[in-house]
């Protein structure tokens, strides 16, 4: 990683945690614009999320939507998934539902902002190889794996809860390199852009 890169990271990951300091979740407007775009198990898991992830996971959506419906036609994606969208309209509430419930995970660990500073902080050094060792645990660690294992653990449950598949495959991607996404590139690209995290 780039020092500019780097500290572009900081940056974001800084203003991330003065804004999640405040509580509660977003205006109700934008709940309301939120459960409009979810299914009943769903909405189940977006009302489990925090408010600072509720505020966070809105501002990307809207975001993001507004960028796929200006930039993607449904057609230019893989034949797979162009096939799975019945137009561009689905497509964007699609990609809008991903961008909500991408860290619908993190509400597992029940870990609280300054904890997750800390987990953030301790995962940047840790061995990956100790997130498998201490699922099976209990406690603090098991809450630290939970946290650091939150795109799998919120994929399987959005899976679970009848996500489309563009949805619990970008809750499992949203932190791997682009080589490694299964989901539309044109759609990761944005998904990942206005998330930047």
Do not use: C
Request: glycine share 8%; aromatic share 6%; net charge positive.
């Amino acid at each position: 990683m780039s020092l500019t890169t780097a500290s572009a990271q900081l940056q974001h990951l800084a203003g991330r945690f003065f804004r999640s300091l405040r509580p509660g979740g977003p205006p109700e407007v934008d709940e309301r614009w939120a459960r409009g775009r979810l299914n009943p198990g769903e909405l189940s898991i977006w009302r489990a999320m925090s408010g600072p992830d509720r505020r966070h996971a809105v501002a990307v959506a809207r975001a993001v939507g507004r960028d796929v419906a200006a930039t993607v036609d449904r057609t230019d994606l893989e034949p797979r998934w162009s096939a799975r969208f019945g137009d561009d309209a689905e497509m964007v509430r699609v990609s809008e539902t991903a961008a909500l419930l991408h860290d619908s995970g993190k509400n597992v660990s029940q870990l609280p902002t300054l904890a997750r500073v800390g987990a953030t902080v301790w995962w940047a050094v840790a061995p990956p190889r100790l997130v498998d060792e201490w699922m099976k645990r209990r406690g603090m660690r098991l809450r630290l794996a939970q946290y650091r294992g939150h795109p799998e653990i919120g994929a399987r449950r959005l899976e679970t809860a009848g996500s489309d598949e563009l949805v619990h495959r970008w809750a499992a991607e949203h932190h791997k390199d682009p080589g490694e996404w299964t989901v539309p590139a044109a759609l990761g690209r944005i998904l990942k852009s206005r998330d930047d995290d």
